[in-house]
């Protein structure tokens, strides 16, 4: 298992993979701590998650740098990735005992009470491209609600995964409660298929949420799923054009593009079409590529050789299908995993621009006949995770947040995730809801209480 920094293609470390007595102690120590910890205060669970939030603070930048050397993402992206985990700690050490507040309603037979009850050890498989948001997320609520979990981070990012673990060892959480398990895809399956295992989460790909959804349903398994994305980005004639423009381009080459709600498909109203597609190309032409540790960098490397090339290949497909290339299209011809700013029009059907997610700096442009058919393109992918909207018609407005089929719309801005609000996806993005009083409630047994009173007449069910 290697660190390998994608700007030079340095091994940086090597680790050996768990072996099955580790993986047995990892599981034993997890559900002792599910033991004790499901039986902890809100109170007790808050200072230990703001501790977290400090020790992300005091040591954001080593943080951030980790995370450059390992998987290229540009320094102020990193910095900014810290800055949102530690946010969200807080944000769940604040609100999770008000989320998870018994419920009471009435009912014929007497008094009823709805309880929030933490379900045990969660897995979860976390992807390389934010290797500590990715993880905080699930972590900061799943362990405010009294769960534990153990961590199967990408295979390409162990330092990070140490780390997170680290992280939560310097904080004051008692052993157990969030460890990694230093193993590859391969052991997946027998780690969901261990009684001591009560849920997984997985953000990843399409082909991995299915693997991972299929072995958790033959064990009867709670999962939350969130997958791929190709987000639509729609500007119409009353859009600010340049503000439009501008997030665009942001919105496109966030984290080097390799981003599921990073926005991939950009649909201009035909009438404004010619003046979009000029000025988005000038704007992703002028952006700099480089030293992901170097804070003017705007793109850095991908973070493997396998996504440079997979995004090569799916390039060169489309453009032999007849798209047309109107910026860069290549690899860059330098040390480490670069792709070249590219901007792709005339999209064919079928191909794999149209119909697969490009995981870098790669944009697609497409023109609609108005609004219908700017919803229908939008829809037109088997993927519904984020969209966004530009136009200042209010009419518009509301007929495309009802129209596009997606778990988050953005008017007038672009995508991202929030701590106080349920972020997921529909179609093959996945299902279930991470982050706000929503996500909090996915892994937890929704207990429901009745209390008789006095009865009379037949019983019912």
Known sequence: MKSVNPATGEVLKEFEPHWDAEIESILRRAIDAFRAHRRESFASRARWMRSAADVLDSDKQAFAELMVREMGKPIRAAVAEIEKCALTCRYFAEHAEEFLAAETAAVSTGESEIRYQPLGVILAIMPWNFPFWQVFRFAAPALMAGNVAVLKHASN?????????????RAGFPEGILQTALVGSDRVKRLIEDPRVSAVTLTGSV???????????????????????????VVMPSADLERAVATAVQARIINNGQSCIAAKRFIVDRRIG???????????AALRVGDPMDPATDIGPL??????????????RTVRMGAKVLLGGKRLDRPGNYF??????????????????????????????????????????????????????DREVELFIDGIESGVVVVNGMVASMPALPFGGVKASGYGRELGRHGIREFVNIKTVIREGERSGAETE
């Open 157 to 169: 990012v162990p330092q990070c995964a140490l780390a997170i673990e680290d992280v939560f060892r």
């Open 207 to 233: 082909d991995a949420g299915a693997k991972v959804a299929a072995a958790a349903g033959a064990q009867i398994k709670k999962t939350v799923l969130e997958l791929g994305g190709s987000d639509p980005f």
């Open 274 to 284: 010619d003046e979009f597609e000029k000025r988005f190309v000038e704007r992703m």
């Open 303 to 316: 973070a493997t050789p396998d996504i440079l090339a997979g995004l090569e290949g799916q390039v060169n």
């Open 340 to 393: 070249a700013p590219t901007v792709l029009s005339e999209i064919p059907a079928g191909s794999p621009a149209h119909s697969e997610e490009l995981f870098g700096p790669v944009a697609t442009l497409f023109r609609a006949d108005g609004m219908e058919d700017a919803i229908r393109i939008a829809n037109d992918t088997p993927f519904g995770l984020g969209a966004c909207i530009w136009t200042r018609d």
